[in-house]
């Protein structure tokens, strides 16, 4: 019964929200409608103690960074930027190479440090400039960016600075770079199919006559370019190159400014607590912000003239943006902690710890709890907090190398976690004014093939030992 209940809250909450019903109100509604079956008298505790205090704090971290993400979007498609970087990729690679354009922009940017939400942010006025010129459909969008951000850059390749690939380090000994040659096998195979079934999609609705659709109609399209003329495309890129150089450059220095932690005394009356902050938790996100502050004062420095007369317009709808995304994607967060926390999560998590295989084992229960939870991060912290020591011990028992349980944990974690409750699921949705009815379909064939690439690459470390 524990499992049936839930079973029937994801259900619930991913039914909602393919209706394109806000998460932000059904999250905690699908959460506490789950505690409510399990136990009536935990309701407000949980309400209060978990989901406000997960929801809560994931905006305290991460707010900033999808503020900073929107502002910076929205001056690369004031300034004119992003049309003269989508007018210098036709030339180069040509109209109907528009997806993989914007595929490799996105793996530029997260494989360089940047997090998949400020790339959805920073990406989409190109494509949206790009797929309206090539006459491609916008619906097609999601698809593309969710294969160039949320999959191989995120977890595949070795050496991406992204979360879901460090979070295996601390529990198995190992570093970044692990399986370097499996990882990238796993990573070549998910963008050449990923490629291959968006392309027969672009080829389907040419076919049919669809294009782009009327901006008219459309939701959320970047504002036209205003200005006399296009800057170059060296100088459009500018601010993209600063902000992936300056976080990786930030996330070198900051330890080494801070040390461990930082305090200071705050300036009340009476006695006061001093503040502490540990340095190791928050560098990463003081480094991205820093990095977005940078990118917003170059494109200012830029292109002056035409964004500032649209500047108060432009802030208000970049605003509205990062307000919604980020409460959606927190109301998700507080959802996830919430059914972690209840007997039927404690029954799944269980009857995965069965399986015989450990690289199965260990992809099954990883891809499955992030489902559940809608986090890659999430469903993988949980997963591996509760059962790393037997995963190892599988593992060791086998002949395994720690390395080849890093990259199928990593890989794992980003396969089902895209489901249409996933927080950056509804951010690339809420961002370019689609629904999950319109985009969905592509985003879960994405996830398919990013499921499938975990099985190749245990299949081909068992077929011939790479590592």
Avoid at 122 to 135: C, G, I, K, N, T
Avoid at 384 to 413: T, Y
């Amino acid at each position: 019964m524990a499992f049936l209940i839930v079973l029937a809250a994801l259900a619930f909450l991913m039914y909602v929200a393919y209706r394109g019903h806000s998460v932000i109100l059904f999250a905690p509604v699908a959460a506490l409608g789950a505690v409510l079956l399990t136990d009536p008298a935990l309701v407000p505790p949980m309400f209060t103690g978990l989901f406000m205090d997960k929801m809560v704090g994931f905006l305290k971290l991460y707010f900033p960074v999808f503020l900073l993400g929107a502002v910076f979007g929205k001056l690369i498609e004031l300034s004119g930027f992003s049309r003269s970087i989508v007018a210098a990729t036709i030339r180069l690679v040509g109209a109907k190479r528009a997806i993989l354009s914007i595929v490799l922009v996105c793996a530029l940017l997260t494989y360089g440090g940047v997090s998949l939400f400020v790339a959805v942010f920073a990406v989409y006025p190109f494509a949206a400039e790009l797929f309206r010129q090539s006459d491609i459909p916008k619906r097609l969008i999601p698809g593309t960016i969710a294969l160039g951000a949320f999959t191989f850059t995120m977890d595949a390749l070795p050496g991406t600075p992204q979360i879901q690939n460090i979070i295996p380090t601390t529990f198995f000994g190992t570093t970044a770079w692990a399986a370097p040659v499996l990882g990238t096998l796993g990573g070549v195979f998910i963008l050449i199919v990923g490629l291959l079934y968006l392309e027969s999609r672009r080829r389907k609705a040419a076919a049919a006559g669809e294009g782009y659709g009327d901006p008219a109609t459309l939701v959320n399209e970047p504002a036209s370019f205003s200005g006399d003329r296009l800057a170059s495309a060296w100088s459009a890129l500018l601010p993209l190159v600063l902000v992936g150089v300056s976080n990786r450059l930030f996330t070198a220095w900051i330890p080494r400014f801070y040390g461990e932690s930082s305090s200071f005394d705050p300036a009340v009356i009476g006695d006061a607590a001093p503040v502490v902050q540990e340095t190791a938790k928050v560098a990463g996100i003081w480094a991205v912000e820093g990095a977005l502050l940078i990118g917003i004062a170059s494109v200012l420095l830029l292109a002056w003239r035409p964004v500032v007369t649209r500047f108060v317009e432009g802030s208000r709808a970049a605003i509205s943006g990062a307000l919604l995304a980020s409460m959606n994607t927190a109301s998700e967060y507080g959802f996830g902690a919430v059914i972690a926390a209840l007997p039927g999560f404690l029954v799944v998590s269980t009857a995965l710890s069965s399986i015989p295989d450990p690289l199965v084992n260990t992809a099954v229960t990883v891809t499955s709890l992030a489902g559940i939870t809608g986090s890659a991060s999430g469903g993988m912290g949980i997963a591996l907090a509760a059962m790393a020591e037997q995963f190892i011990a599988q593992a060791d028992a086998a002949g395994i190398p720690m390395e080849v349980l890093h990259r199928v944990a990593s890989m794992a974690s980003g396969g089902m976690d895209t489901l249409p409750h996933n927080g950056a699921v509804i951010t690339v949705l809420a961002v370019t004014g689609l629904t999950h009815r319109q985009a969905y379909r592509d985003i879960f064939a994405v996830t398919l093939i990013k499921t499938a690439a975990v099985a190749v690459v245990i299949g081909l470390y068992y077929l011939t030992g790479l590592v």
